[in-house]
DNA sequence: GGGATCGTCCCCCAATCGGGGGAGACCGGG
DNA sequence: CCCGGTCTCCCCCGATTGGGGGACGATCCC
């Protein structure tokens, strides 16, 4: 609180990098930006020399991935914290830059006071992303948390398949799935040793995993 | 953007009601105050008669369930939504919110410019949630999309219980638990009983569903 | 020392499940 | 008109699971 919060600021983008600088220049008291850089390979050696307590990262960097790079300074430098700043508000980038290590996902709608604060956030230990983002994953998980599940689009599922595979993934058992779907329980099985092909899996509990870890859900 | 957001607060506590106004005092062409109550009878009154944009609500109301009021309040007043506005940082209230219906949960710590925002977000659709809540709960997400699981200290299950729970979840047979715990496979039923009894199901899938139901998971 | 709880393991038996077949009906495209 | 895919249902059989017991040692608390 006391301390400014380190940063560096990386982004192909020159234009984004001004922005950024003029951005927190009105807040030298808590956010001080130590360095910036265009490339991953620059960023990479910036952050190892400056040791930041923050990294300010594009998911977009260019040819190269912001998500390596993250991956590579959480493991070069661990007390530096990486925030992602991007325009896609898609909530699977959000998943894998958290996979990644990073400490935040922010879009670049933010304004100054909202991003210092963000930034201290993150530099104490906090993990943040953006709220209305982030308001869309937690619908994502309060759902996934109840297993509702979608027509499986992946995978070639067909109608029928899917319908069973929610309901399994309800845990509900042969004979109850039979009499929800209005069917004899023999084709329900005969149903579940396709699903279990498709999903190359030997039994329902391992279904449901791959189900749910797939995101064969809504 | 343009008509200001109209807003109903509900909190039994008078003070807080009179932080809330003041706070939001300095915003009138953005968002107005239409009305404000301390139970959930009132609240429900007035809900219905003024159908207010947004409706800021604790999820402590005194004796009633936040939770309840805002399940009858989506349920009666469709267009309006329901933000919480809490002190309990706790990823299981925001399920629990969401699935109410919720259409935000910010912590009391928010500034008046960002509730202001965020209020407007709300009312165009958005669901908000304060991002290092939404922080670990996309955390959360992620690993649920994997399939990681942690002790879960709900239901009074054991060390050992919550072991086997998780890799139950992950999708292994008996055996593969007893193999991956150096457990007789005996010890895995004994286990798998006692989580049954516990978390009142009869089944293996019904317990995974159960587990990610309740959230008993990192 | 006596409970209570937990973790480990065992037996038995019935129910469910998974895997291998196959079959008839329907529908759409080639 | 035939072929492929889907959906429905059937049989058989072995493997796995669930439910009911019980037993033994360890630990912790009163």
Known sequence: ???????????????ILAGLQAMLAGFAGRVRVVGQAGTGDEAARLVTALRPDVVLLDVRLGPESGLDLCRLITGRVPEARVVFLSVYDDEQYVFEAL??????????????????????EVAQGETVVDPTLAGRMAVTAARLTRGEFWPGANRGLTQRESEVLSLLVGGLSNKAIAARLVLSEETVKSHLRALYRKLEVTDRSAAIAVALREGLFR
Do not use: N
């Not at 609180?1 to 192909?12: E, N």
């Open 99 to 120: 996979r990644a290590g990073a400490g935040g996902y922010l879009l670049k709608r933010v304004d100054g006071p909202e991003l210092v604060r963000r930034l201290e």
């Open 1 to 15: 609180m006391s301390v400014p919060v380190r940063v560096v600021l990386v982004d192909d983008h020159e234009m």
